[in-house]
T-cell receptor, first 116, second 112 residues
Framework: GAVVSQHPSWVICKSGTSVKIECRSL??????MFWYRQFPKQSLMLMAT?????????EQGVEKDKFLINHASLTLSTLTVTSAHPEDSSFYIC????????????FGPGTRLTVL | GENVEQHPSTLSVQEGDSAVIKCTYS??????FPWYKQELGKRPQLIID?????GEKKDQRIAVTLNKTAKHFSLHITETQPEDSAVYFC???????????FGKGTRLHILP
């Protein structure tokens, strides 16, 4: 079946540094990918819609200058958390739609970010 | 924008009994309602979904009902088993390939 991967699976960084998370669709092309954030024991909250070749669309309350999204190809979207702080520690999950399989949306395995 | 409410937040049922989780949504334009099961530290897994032109759908022990007029939808799990213990999320979307808005989740405990 269709697979969406994320890299890294976990990352620990110091406060003030930037962290890049990759989301790849391995066997299909995705013009749109979504980024979600999930704090411990909470639900998935949509952060932004990543559009191939154009600017991302951010949800209300999500700082676009802090969470930089780049969707440079049909199989790769990246989320960069700039100047990370401890409150950015969370589980970040992407999803991508495989239009060749009935528009099924597949989730990546997630990236656990810990900011010290 | 869309808002999805989910109840209960925690549910404990005896093994073999049925579990029911209920959700409501606010945007009448939503047409796609997936349900996800998530185990600790893992990605959400789609377990069943329903579109707005259908009132009920069943897959073995799992069924979902949708009342579009009332903007209610529910998940029913029958003959619960220990491996059903997990967090379940309801969600709503305009279409299957659109952004998904999740409910807050229900932690289901299956008691031996």
């Amino acid at each position: 079946g269709a697979v969406v991967s994320q890299h890294p699976s976990w990352v620990i960084c110091k406060s003030g540094t930037s962290v890049k998370i990759e989301c790849r669709s391995l066997d299909f092309q995705a013009t749109t990918m979504f980024w979600y954030r999930q704090f411990p024991k909470q639900s998935l909250m949509l952060m932004a819609t990543s559009n191939e070749g154009s600017k991302a669309t951010y949800e209300q309350g999500v700082e676009k200058d802090k969470f930089l999204i780049n969707h440079a190809s049909l199989t790769l979207s990246t989320l960069t958390v700039t100047s990370a702080h401890p409150e950015d520690s969370s589980f970040y999950i992407c999803s991508a739609t495989d239009r060749g399989r009935g528009d099924t949306q597949y989730f990546g395995p997630g990236t656990r970010l810990t900011v010290l | 924008g869309e808002n999805v409410e989910q109840h209960p937040s925690t549910l404990s049922v005896q093994e073999g009994d049925s579990a029911v989780i209920k959700c409501t949504y606010s945007d009448s334009a939503s047409n796609y309602f997936p349900w996800y099961k998530q185990e600790l530290g893992k990605r959400p897994q789609l377990i069943i979904d329903i579109r707005s032109n259908v009132g009920e759908k069943k897959d073995q022990r799992i069924a979902v009902t949708l009342n579009k007029t009332a903007k209610h939808f529910s998940l029913h799990i029958t003959e619960t088993q220990p491996e059903d213990s997990a967090v379940y999320f309801c969600a709503a979307s305009l279409n299957r390939d659109d952004k998904i808005i999740f409910g807050k989740g229900t932690r289901l405990h299956i008691l031996p």
